[in-house]
């Protein structure tokens, strides 16, 4: 449900809401919050709410002033797992500059903009999300382990899999919160485990996604478990990946759906689009030194490549000649901003229908694909010398986002007790 100012108010006020957390994003994609009383959330609405923008990651130099967070309505969710008794309530906010113009570091106004662009080519667009997770146990001081919760395989039942309680929570805590799940279960590593979502909209999917990630740490917790997101939390067993399953409607036609006479022109150029700055891209979809200890393995994909069915692939065509039809993008994993990771996947399909793209031969059709980055170090190459890149980020994210990186690389490139120290920190934040 889609509320308006006036409704979220009257909510608020109905429902013993004392607290409301305006949350939003810095530009990597962690959720950053500041919680009001709820009887200054008129104010905030009118007026906004002041941060400092110096301490946040990617914000710094980018506002020589205070930033102010005004309250999107349209995403109030109650917390179910906090106290009934003196509500909690989230809100995402617009970051906008003290004269009231959007700031260009705010992410879900570089998703907006995105979609825009498509609606007025004539597109619609909708996401459905399969992301993997790891349950953990924690130590005598509840600190997390890297032991799995479980030894459970693909699709296993309890008593092997000791995950499907913590997944049930999962599903019911989002369905209170009005977020769709499609189907959970155990996935290939021990420990591992998987929710799909129905498609919706990209920026509710967005902002679903962020959500879903919150309440699996929220739950596991309360089961004693700590939940991890990392892409590879154990060397020599399956990595967590996101796929994004993109629908794309032109004036209501699924354009991947095949009407008798192949794949649609459109469709092509899109996903050869996405091929040609797959590259490109890959440091926003794959944002950690760990990310790249994914790729080549469990399949996952390594190569810029597409196929019908190929699970190997970077793209595929699940249900290809139904309405069901989509594009499987399968090299995101779960630590990237699904923000701009969404913004930079749409921008690619459309550049493709706009310059028309030729599409190369599937998997196994033609010459050797290239590959994907292997490191971080070459994907942040790949970007800073992508047009592609410069033209769809505001230069203060671009900048921002690949300096840090860098900064990144070469802490990860230092002593082994820094690399340890690096990775322990994004294995407990991601």
């Not at 929570?169 to 979502?197: A, R, V, W, Y």
Request: aromatic share 10%; hydrophobic share 40%.
């Amino acid at each position: 449900m889609k509320f308006t100012v006036k409704e979220v108010l009257q909510f608020v006020e109905e429902n013993d809401v004392k607290f409301v957390r305006l949350a939003f994003f810095d530009i990597f994609g962690i959720k950053k919050n500041i919680s009001i009383m709820a009887n200054e959330l008129e104010s905030a609405f009118e007026h906004g709410v002041s941060i400092v923008p110096s301490n946040i990651d990617g914000f710094r130099g980018a506002a020589n002033t205070d930033l102010l967070l005004f309250p999107d309505p349209a995403t109030l969710k109650i917390l179910p797992w906090r106290p009934q008794n003196g509500r909690v309530a989230r809100l995402f906010c617009d970051i906008r500059n003290p004269d009231g113009s959007l700031f260009d570091g705010d992410v879900r106004s570089v998703l907006k903009k995105s979609v825009e662009k498509s609606e007025q080519m004539g597109f619609s667009s909708r996401v459905g999300l399969a992301c993997e997770f790891y349950l953990f146990k924690l130590d005598d001081n509840g600190l997390p382990t890297r032991v799995p919760h479980d030894n459970a395989g693909y699709l296993d039942v309890a008593p092997l899999d000791k995950g499907e309680n913590v997944r049930r929570q999962i599903c019911l805590t989002l369905e209170e919160m009005e977020i769709d799940p499609l189907s959970s279960h155990h996935e290939n590593g021990p420990g591992q485990n998987e929710i799909d979502f129905k498609h919706s909209d990209l920026l509710t999917a967005a902002d679903d996604f962020v959500t879903f990630k919150d309440v699996v740490k929220t739950s596991a917790a309360s089961n004693g478990l700590f939940a991890s997101f990392m892409p590879k939390p154990l060397p020599h067993e399956s990595g967590s990946g996101m796929h994004i399953n993109l629908m794309l409607r032109k004036y209501g036609f699924n354009i991947f759906r095949d009407k008798g006479k192949g794949l649609s022109d459109t469709a092509k150029n899109f996903i050869a689009g996405v091929l040609d700055h797959a590259a490109d891209m890959t440091v926003f979809f794959n944002p950690l030194p760990n990310s790249y200890a994914r790729f080549g393995a469990y399949k996952a994909p390594d190569t810029v490549d597409w196929s019908y069915q190929g699970f190997n692939s970077l793209v595929r065509l699940p249900e290809y000649g139904t309405d069901n039809a989509r594009m499987d993008f399968r090299s995101p994993d779960p630590s990237c901003n699904p923000y701009l990771a969404f913004s930079l996947l749409l921008y690619a399909g459309l550049d493709g229908i706009e310059n028309g793209t030729e599409l190369c031969l599937p998997t196994n059709g033609g010459a050797e694909p290239p590959k994907l980055p292997k490191s971080l170090a070459e994907a942040v190459d790949c970007a800073k010398n992508s047009a592609f890149i410069k033209k769809c980020l505001p230069p203060v994210i671009f900048e921002n986002y690949l300096e840090l990186k860098t900064e990144m690389i070469s802490k990860s490139l230092q002593s082994s007790e820094q690399r340890r120290m690096l990775d322990e920190r994004y294995f407990e934040i991601i």
